[in-house]
């Protein structure tokens, strides 16, 4: 089969949910039984994503080849359930870099070097590739910013060509709008829709379907009227209303015929989509069983997409417990001296991954509380760090010990640089990216959880496969001190080069309920059917610590 491709651009806002929309009909086109990728387009200059502020831009998302992206990345995978690569993800930065790389080779011969051909063709190479490493056949590409924006016009120019050289039948347009719904008049209103249609078409994209994003449903003839507007059939004007389960999207977009509207202008079979498994954790979402509070605590707390993928695996590990995961996030900043009423209720503490001083002190205060209370913690890269330097200083009386990020000068810097780290000039890139194995203690917490994985046969060795970003390390020189204080080291890296007994991969306590860190960002591997091991023991044992709570309120009330 030809490749096909399906187009997403966005229109009259940002952060509309185009990543949403696309994931959606990855989704869809998976429950048919295609080989789908997808491809984020981000017009903006930086090569990657791994030196923005999670503040503006929401979480790194890292891919197992060690590519730092796009948070879309993220949730492509997790609703497409294939993996993606540095390859899924182009920037403005990249494509210019190569263009200029190849002109400094002698690569364009004597030609004058332009946007059209040259960046543009770079561009359509850039998709196809990633079709072809993922054997795919559809390819999702989503083009980010909006219809309208300066940075994206080389993209709407080699995506306009696509279909150009694809030929009809393989390729659709699909436009995400805004439908502004106004409260003074109450009705919602088409116009933005009609001009950023407009402007497509002013670039030569005529959109094939609309997906309209709105906060609630909305009525027929509305759709009627940006059909008639928009030279697009109104059964091809879909509307993704505001849900409160981003996996009930694909439901919603099925029920209203985009399936069907996908095999109709990709000339597809008409298939019926096995969406059993997914309407079954979607139920459980729906109507939980059990809901646990959990407790994020962190520096970026304002800005939730910064934990995205770290949210999405908590979810997941609920389903697998037939559970509702509730977050409270609280500002690490926040949580001060002996005031630790920011923690109290919590069935479950959890530190995530993060840089830099801001906050740490709070972070090891929600340690000690979670560690000596006997509460269900998971601390995550930076959260397993801390948990060191909290069992350091407050069981192995290491005083003062800390991490040499946030105290170059500690007496004890039980956390500390990795030695490759030391002399790196570049920022973009250079930390410890992407898959690493992870030897597993047997007899473990750890080993309890990942024994689907861990291959009793002994195939994988012992190992499990978890993704990094990280610059220090547990110093390899208090691992012994540690040990005999009582942590357990319940994951290494093998046989790292010159390192002996390896760099630890996760730490755990023997006689609390659930203390478990980890090194790595399991969050990143987490799927919606397919919980990832840690987070679904956690949310299990949170779940188990609400209930012996309960059953304590109950014995005392009677
Ligand atoms: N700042 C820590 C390090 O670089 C933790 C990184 C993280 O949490 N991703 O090792």
Redesign the pocket.
């Known amino acids: 089969m030809q490749t096909k491709y399906v187009f997403v651009t966005g229109g009259v806002v940002s952060s509309l949910g185009k990543g949403l929309a696309t994931s959606s009909i990855g989704a869809l086109l998976r429950a048919r039984g295609y080989r789908v990728t997808a491809v984020k387009i981000d017009p903006y200059i930086n090569v990657d994503a791994g030196t923005m502020r999670p503040y503006e831009h929401g979480e790194v998302f890292v891919t197992s080849d060690g590519a730092e992206t796009d948070l879309d990345l993220g949730t492509y995978e997790r609703f497409l359930d294939v993996p993606m690569s540095r390859a899924n993800n182009v920037t403005t930065g990249q494509v210019y870099q190569s263009v200029i790389e190849k002109e400094r080779r002698g690569s364009y011969l004597s030609q004058t070097v332009q946007v059209i051909p040259h960046v543009t063709d770079e561009i359509k190479g850039r998709i196809r590739e990633a079709g072809e490493a993922a054997h795919a056949e559809i390819v999702l590409v989503e083009i980010g910013g909006t219809v309208g924006d300066i940075e994206s016009l080389p993209f709407l120019e080699a995506v306009r060509q696509m279909r150009f050289e694809a030929g009809p039948g393989n390729c659709v347009y699909l436009h995400v709008t805004l439908l502004p719904f106004l409260g003074t008049s109450e009705e919602f209103k088409t116009k933005p829709t009609q001009h950023s249609v407009a402007t497509l078409r002013g670039v030569g994209v005529q959109p094939d379907g609309i997906i309209l994003r709105s906060n609630s449903p909305v009525p027929d003839e509305v759709r009627s009227k940006i059909a008639l507007f928009t030279n697009v059939e109104a059964r091809d004007v879909f509307n993704s209303f505001d849900t409160e389960f981003i996996y009930a999207v694909p439901e919603i977009l099925e029920q209203q015929g985009i399936g069907r509207f996908l095999e109709r202008r990709l000339d597809l079979e008409k298939l019926t989509p096995e969406l059993r498994a997914w309407h079954e954790a979607v139920r459980i979402l729906r109507a939980p069983d059990e809901r646990v509070v959990i407790g994020i605590v962190g520096k970026y707390v304002a800005m939730p997409d910064a934990y995205l993928s770290l949210m999405e695996a908590l979810k997941h590990a609920g389903i697998a417990n037939r559970a509702r995961v509730d977050f409270r996030w609280i500002n690490a900043e926040a949580v001060l001296g002996d005031d630790l009423g920011a923690l109290a209720g919590l069935d479950g503490i959890l530190v995530?991954?993060?840089?830099?001083v801001r906050g740490i002190e709070g972070k090891v205060r929600a340690a000690t509380y979670a560690r000596t209370e006997g509460v269900p913690y998971l601390g995550?890269?930076?959260?397993m760090?801390i948990a060191v330097i909290e069992y350091a200083r407050n069981v192995a009386g290491l005083e003062a010990a800390n991490?040499t990020?946030f105290d170059p000068y500690t007496p004890h810097p039980v956390?500390d640089l990795m030695p490759e780290q030391l002399d790196l000039a570049d920022m973009g890139g250079t930390?410890r990216l992407g898959n690493w194995p992870m030897m597993v203690t047997p007899g473990t917490k750890l080993a309890e959880l990942y024994a689907g994985q861990l291959g009793s046969d002994g195939t994988n060795g012992g190992t499990v496969l978890e993704r990094h970003?990280?610059?220090?390390?547990v110093n390899p020189a208090y691992v012994e001190t540690l040990q005999v204080a009582g942590l357990t080291v319940s994951g290494v890296t093998p046989g790292m080069q010159g390192r002996g007994a390896g760099l630890v991969e996760a730490v755990e306590l023997p006689d609390h309920p659930f203390f478990v860190g980890l090194q790595s960002?399991p969050e990143f591997g987490s799927r919606l059917m397919r919980a990832s091991p840690p987070f679904r023991g956690f949310i299990e044992a949170a779940v188990s610590y609400q209930g012996a709570r309960a059953r304590e309120h109950a014995a005392a009330r009677a």
Do not use: A, D, K, T
């Open positions: 995530p991954g993060g840089f830099g995550i890269c930076l959260g760090q991490s990020e956390v930390m970003r990280h610059r220090y390390e960002h």
